[in-house]
């Protein structure tokens, strides 16, 4: 079953953001746990919150890539300021060794990820 709130279209001011994370070792798990929860809850409650895709590479699982976009700056804001940021955040701030955040510019702006949580009831 594919869930997902009704979400806001793509604004002129919308943000597309690579968010790039490197986590220490030893907070990998842990870290893991927080990224999934917020993501989900994201995606499950948001409108703006269009698309929140974490990666980790293959050979090096602590630098993590989260593909995140927003209908707008004001949906942007709103993500920052939610309860399930502010305890993803706060909670993961030790496990972090570093933090980049790159905005994109789509090539294709026609194109879009339709961004769904799919659970096994």
Not at 40 to 51: A, F, K, Y
Not at 68 to 90: D, V
């Amino acid at each position: 079953k594919q869930i997902i709130c009704h979400k806001l279209p793509m604004e002129a001011d919308g943000i597309v953001r690579l968010s790039k994370i490197e986590v220490y070792p030893e907070f990998l798990d842990e870290y893991i746990k927080y990224a999934v929860e917020v993501g989900e809850i994201s995606l499950l409650t948001e409108p703006g919150v269009l698309t929140m895709y974490a990666v980790s590479e293959k050979d090096n699982p602590c630098k993590v890539t989260i593909l995140e976009t927003y209908a707008s700056k004001a949906a942007y804001e709103q993500h920052i300021a939610s309860e399930h940021f502010q305890k993803y955040k706060q909670g993961t701030l030790h496990m972090v060794k570093s933090l980049l955040l790159s905005d994109q510019i789509p090539l294709n702006p026609n194109s879009h990820i339709d961004n769904v949580i799919r659970r096994l009831y």
